[in-house]
């Protein structure tokens, strides 16, 4: 991701994801949520035009709240088909209902997103779970989760490596906050 930390400092949408958002660990559901519907939506598009359309994502999707997606009905869907405020595609559409109630599942079984997340972070021989392993793991877990978007998804939260260079100011104040990929974060669970 070297060549988003020179090209996404002081462009208008890019430059304050790249600068407070990716990379940087969440803990709410809602942004995680958010997170997981724009890498979705995003497959065959850019990053660019995620960002362009994340405010009508906002208002269509209900602020992000996993309880109120993941109730949504056949009248939602079609409201989510027409409205040109987001990506118009059933099979994204109907990924982010399915997810949401996986998520509402995931709080029953772990607590939260977060947490189910965090429980994931090692693989069953204790080791660090690698980038194959959590594609894996979300493809079991999620619909409409393939390598890409799964990547992506747990890059922009730091559970996975590459979202920032090493000489990054941005990775400087991530590492500061000891993301998933620190060490120091199972101590903290």
Same mark, same amino acid.
């Given at each position: 991701?070297?060549?988003?930390?020179?090209?996404?400092?002081?462009?208008?949408?890019?430059?304050?994801?790249?600068?407070?958002?990716?990379? &940087?660990? @969440?803990?709410?559901? *809602?942004? !995680?949520?958010?997170?997981?519907?724009?890498?979705?939506?995003? #497959? +065959?598009?850019?990053?660019?035009?995620?960002?362009?359309?994340?405010?009508?994502?906002?208002?269509?999707?209900?602020?992000?709240?996993?309880?109120?997606?993941?109730?949504?009905?056949?009248?939602?869907?079609?409201?989510?088909?027409?409205?040109?405020?987001?990506?118009?595609?059933?099979?994204?559409?109907?990924?982010?209902?399915?997810?949401?109630?996986?998520?509402?599942?995931?709080?029953?079984?772990?607590?939260? &997103?977060? @947490?189910?997340?965090? *429980?994931? !972070?090692?693989?069953?021989?204790?080791?660090?779970?690698?980038? #194959? +392993?959590?594609?894996?793991?979300?493809?079991?877990?999620?619909?409409?989760?393939?390598?890409?978007?799964?990547?992506?998804?747990?890059?922009?939260?730091?559970?996975?490596?590459?979202?920032?260079?090493?000489?990054?100011?941005?990775?400087?104040?991530?590492?500061?906050?000891?993301?998933?990929?620190?060490?120091?974060?199972?101590?903290?669970?």
């Amino acid at each position: 991701m070297s060549g988003y930390c020179d090209s996404a400092p002081g462009h208008p949408l890019h430059g304050p994801y790249h600068d407070t958002e990716y990379g &940087f660990p @969440q803990r709410d559901e *809602a942004v !995680l949520f958010e997170r997981l519907i724009l890498e979705i939506n995003q #497959a +065959g598009l850019s990053w660019e035009t995620m960002l362009r359309k994340r405010e009508g994502f906002h208002r269509a999707y209900s602020g992000f709240d996993v309880d109120k997606v993941a109730r949504y009905g056949d009248k939602d869907r079609e409201r989510l088909l027409n409205d040109a405020g987001i990506i118009r595609n059933r099979l994204k559409v109907d990924a982010a209902i399915h997810n949401a109630k996986v998520i509402r599942e995931l709080r029953a079984s772990h607590g939260s &997103f977060a @947490q189910w997340l965090d *429980a994931h !972070l090692l693989d069953d021989a204790g080791k660090r779970r690698d980038k #194959a +392993g959590w594609i894996k793991l979300f493809k079991r877990t999620f619909r409409f989760t393939g390598g890409e978007i799964t990547n992506e998804f747990l890059m922009s939260l730091g559970y996975l490596p590459g979202a920032h260079r090493d000489d990054c100011p941005a990775q400087k104040e991530i590492l500061k906050l000891k993301p998933p990929l620190d060490p120091a974060w199972r101590r903290k669970l």
